[in-house]
């Protein structure tokens, strides 16, 4: 009798949580196709877990960017990570994928590799050490323990390629997302949004730490783009459900007339005419269903000197949107250039000026068109069982 394949899967943060829910999905699928008794335990979120996988913990609580960002949340993860650990040297893993999710996936490979080291490991959209400036240690780390590298940016391919890594690249998995999404006309219907009504999609934050960092900013920008364009109303997706007192003040505070709206972030960007968004896996999103948007980051500034001045810390872009083509297809306002008043500018200029929401448009065309085909995911599945497969002769084909 077949025995059941194991696989582990570890991520973090929301991005993490959708990207992993994306490729279960597809695991399930290709393992339905061939035959195989499939078992999934991971690290992850809520999405991950409604695709099918066993959480082993929850990690969507326990993100952040940043040095100091970063500290209340060690002994947690390092709790998970124990955790994750005692499960593995119980139940052998046949497979492990990687998401993401530097540090802890750093520290968990690590493990895998002198406890299980015959076991096939696979990095899934890989740590953007192809974007920093900041040395290759944790390139060198990324490619020792993975024994391919699922690549979804063009440059991504060819960095980890350079640094020795065995690189395919499969394309960006929110190509096969987005053809599921709604169209304007029917998403601006579901929302009664008014035809003569400018919406803009309000996104500031998916962690907590950018609440206190960004949404300020952001507020305050808004309140003035509502003053010089009074037919505008904010439409902001309550991804995070703790974060609602929080947003309900900054309304008020800051007298938007905005929407909260539970849940479907895709709704409301599909009907939006722009989107002020905070840098993240969203920026590709919302430029994939051709919303033009103003991308806003800040780190603690103590965080942003010590990485500049000492870890020579530097980048040419943040946002994925511009990483795909490796130009500033969309405005990016970061650290000290992401001021209220050069949001503003940026966001009147996309919904006021002709020629910049065009161009905008036809560069997110071009954009797309090197992201790869659909059935993204498919193929990464795929690639994952075949590696595990080729190393377990015994596995559930045999």
């Known amino acids: ?55 082993l913990a929850n990690t ?39 998401i993401d999710y530097l540090a802890p996936n750093l520290a968990l490979g690590q493990f895998i590799r002198q406890a299980f080291p015959q076991v096939p490991t696979t990095y899934y959209i890989a740590p953007q050490e192809w974007v920093w400036s900041a040395g290759v240690g944790n390139t060198e780390r990324v490619v020792s323990i993975s024994d391919q590298v699922l690549a979804v940016f063009p440059q991504e391919a060819v960095y980890y390629k350079q640094h020795g890594a065995n690189v395919t690249y499969v394309g960006h998995p929110l190509l ?40 300020p900013i952001m507020a305050e920008a808004a309140q003035m783009i509502q003053a010089k364009l009074p037919q505008v ?30 849940g479907n972030s895709q709704t409301v960007i599909a009907a ?7 840098s993240g896996t969203a920026n590709l999103e919302i430029a994939l269903m051709n919303v033009p948007q103003v991308v806003v980051y800040r780190l603690n500034r103590l965080t942003a000197w010590i990485a500049r001045r000492l870890l020579n810390f530097s980048l040419s872009f943040m946002s994925p949107t511009n990483l795909v083509l490796m130009e500033p ?13 050069a949001i503003v500018a940026a966001a009147l200029a996309l919904l006021t000026e002709g020629d910049r929401r065009s161009q905008t448009l036809h560069d997110y065309q071009r954009m797309r068109a090197v992201l790869g085909e659909p059935g993204v995911c498919d193929r990464a599945a795929q690639a994952i069982f075949q590696r595990i497969l080729s190393k377990t002769p015994d596995s559930a084909l045999s």
């Open 1 to 55: 009798m077949a025995r059941t394949l194991r696989l582990f899967i570890s991520t973090g943060e929301v991005s993490g949580d959708l990207q992993g829910a994306l490729l279960i999905r597809a695991l399930w699928r290709q393992a339905e196709q061939q035959g195989i008794d499939l078992e999934i335990v991971a690290l992850g979120g809520d999405r991950m877990a409604a695709a099918g996988a066993t959480l």
């Open 60 to 98: 969507l609580a326990i993100g952040s960017v940043g040095i100091f960002e970063s500290l209340p949340y060690v002994i947690p993860t390092w709790q998970v990570q124990r955790q994750a650990k005692a499960y593995l040297r119980r139940h052998p893993p046949d497979g492990v994928v990687f």
């Open 176 to 215: 096969d997302q987005v053809a599921t999404y709604p169209s304007r006309a029917a998403a601006r219907q579901t929302l009664g949004i008014p035809p003569e009504q400018r919406a803009i999609a309000f996104l500031p934050a998916s962690r907590r730490q950018e609440l206190s960092l960004l949404l």
């Open 233 to 262: 109303h904010y439409w902001i997706p309550l991804s995070v459900p703790h974060f609602r007192p929080v947003l309900e003040q900054v309304i008020q505070t800051y007298g938007l007339r905005a929407t909260l709206v539970e």
């Open 272 to 278: 939006a005419d722009l989107a002020l968004t905070k």
């Open 329 to 341: 297809i969309v405005p990016e306002m970061l650290q000290e250039k992401a001021t209220p008043e």
